[in-house]
Structure formats: structure tokens, C-alpha cells
């Protein structure tokens, strides 16, 4: 990492979970000193982390929205998928690097942790070499879940294991069967699947289903409860650890 004087710094930005009062004073003080706020969406959209941050922007702030050009049209496992999104981040790594190299501070918002499964990662990597970096890590989204459980998340000697809910089905389960604790993100279109393994593993009584935690329209419920079919983006299931002591 590096910086000139002239130029200013690239801040990836973790907004937290969704609800404002989440955001750390760090990532406030970000937003507020740079001249110009980008975020990922899609189109049309202006994503969570903008949502989250809407409160504190000012009309002389500059938007640069950064609009995923596919997100669950194309297979991701695809030569084209793969072509598309990277050309996507090449082009969105310009475009900030321009504001950034004309000397004006970008703060790359990122809901949740910038480094936790975060896009800003992408941009992160083409331009840590080039410009100044400063990483604001933010409250996951995971935690803000297991805030709303009646039982604390690890207790004791619990491993957590963190799971994407998107691995194949027998990764997803070799995965599953040794949690302790256990918090499986991008439920989506995976919930059942995802429901498949926790139930062969013995797990599924044990787990809870957090929808849009902290943000407005939040759901937790026993993942018994839990909707069948696809789950909204903004979900997630969470197994809180049996307190195992060593
Ligand atoms: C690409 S990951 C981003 C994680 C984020 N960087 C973080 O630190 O929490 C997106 C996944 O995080 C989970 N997620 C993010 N925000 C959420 C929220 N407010 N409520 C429930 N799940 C959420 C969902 O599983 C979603 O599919």
C-alpha cells in the first residue's frame, strides 16, 4: 500500500449489518471526510450498505454506484459468469482509482465486514499495489444475528465453523458434521439443501433462521419455522454450540 500527496486514500468501509446505529465511529468519520461515497448494487437498487448510510450523507457528497452487471442469471461456476463479473470489477476498480488518483478520498462502503465474503475485497486486490488502502472492519452480519438468539452463539470451548451455504452438497455436509457451533451464509436458493444437511447431520433442532437481522423487517424463528423454498439474500442460519468444555 501506498500513497501519494496529491492523491487521496480508498477506504473499504464495513457499514454493519444494516441498522445505522451499528456502524462503528471509524466508518462514520470515512464517509464524512470523503468527497465521494461508491456501493454495489443492483440494477435498479442502491444496496443495503447505501441504505445504511443514507442518514449521514450530505447533498455535496459524489455517488458512484457500482451496479453488478449479473448476480443469479449466469451459473457461477461458468467461463461466462466468471468473464463478465471480472471485467465488472477491472471497470469498477477504474472508475474509483480515478476519483482516488485526481486526490479524492473514496469510501467503498461494504455492508457488514469489508473482508468477511465482502465485493470490496475485489477492488482491494487490484489496487492495493497502486493506491493508499485503509481497510474499517464493520460488525458481520452473522453477529448481529446471533444477538437476537435466546442462547449465546459459542459457549465455553465451542469451535464456530462458518459455512457458505452455497458449497456443494457434500462439502456443505462434511462441513455441518463437525460444527460445534455453526453459521451458514447465502442461504437464498440454497435453503433447502441447506435444511437437507443440517437434518442429516442432527442438527437442524438446535438451529435458528435469521432474516434482515437488525435491519427493518427482521425475522428469527426456529429454522422448523423457517420458510420453504428459496429465502430471501439477507438470510442466514445459525446453530448455536452445545457449551462444550474441554
Ligand atoms: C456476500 S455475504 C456478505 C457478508 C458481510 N460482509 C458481513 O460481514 O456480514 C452476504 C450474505 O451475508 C448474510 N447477510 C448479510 N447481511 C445480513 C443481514 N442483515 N441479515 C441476515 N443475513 C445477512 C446473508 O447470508 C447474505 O447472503
Redesign the pocket.
Known amino acids: 500500500m501506498r500513497g501519494g500527496n496529491a492523491q487521496g486514500v480508498l477506504y473499504g468501509v ?1 457499514t454493519g ?2 441498522d445505522p446505529e451499528l456502524m462503528t465511529v471509524k466508518a462514520l468519520n470515512a464517509v464524512e471526510a470523503a468527497p465521494v461515497v461508491a456501493y454495489f448494487c443492483k440494477t435498479p437498487g442502491r444496496g ?1 450498505a447505501l441504505t445504511t448510510v443514507t442518514p449521514y450523507l450530505r447533498p455535496d457528497h459524489t455517488l458512484l454506484p457500482m451496479a453488478y452487471p449479473v448476480t443469479t442469471e449466469l451459473d457461477h461456476n461458468t467461463a461466462a459468469y466468471r468473464e463478465c463479473i471480472e471485467t465488472f470489477f477491472d471497470d469498477s476498480a477504474e472508475a474509483v482509482a480515478a476519483h482516488v488518483e485526481a486526490g479524492r478520498s473514496v469510501a467503498v462502503l ?5 473482508f ?3 465485493s470490496f475485497m475485489h477492488l482491494f486486490l487490484r489496487l492495493r499495489e497502486r493506491l493508499a488502502c485503509e481497510v474499517i472492519p ?1 460488525v ?3 453477529l ?2 446471533a444477538s437476537r438468539l435466546p442462547r449465546p452463539i459459542t459457549m465455553r470451548d465451542d469451535v464456530l465453523s462458518v459455512v457458505p451455504g452455497t458449497l456443494p452438497d457434500a462439502e456443505l455436509h462434511a462441513a455441518l458434521a463437525v460444527a460445534q457451533a455453526a453459521v451458514v ?4 436458493r440454497n435453503l433447502a439443501r441447506i435444511q437437507a444437511a443440517l437434518a442429516a447431520v442432527g442438527a437442524a433442532d438446535r438451529a435458528w433462521y ?6 427493518g423487517g427482521e425475522r428469527v424463528m426456529p429454522l422448523a419455522d423457517a420458510p420453504t423454498g428459496k429465502a430471501p ?4 442460519i445459525l446453530v448455536p454450540g452445545p457449551g462444550k468444555r474441554v
Not at 435469521?210 to 435491519?215: F, I, N, P
Not at 439474500?233 to 442466514?236: E, N, P, R, V
Open positions: 464495513g449489518p444494516g443495503n461494504s455492508e457488514g465486514d469489508p468477511f465474503y465482502g464493520g458481520p452480519a452473522m448481529a444475528g451464509m447465502k442461504v437464498g435469521v432474516e434482515r437481522a437488525s435491519q439474500y439477507f438470510s442466514m
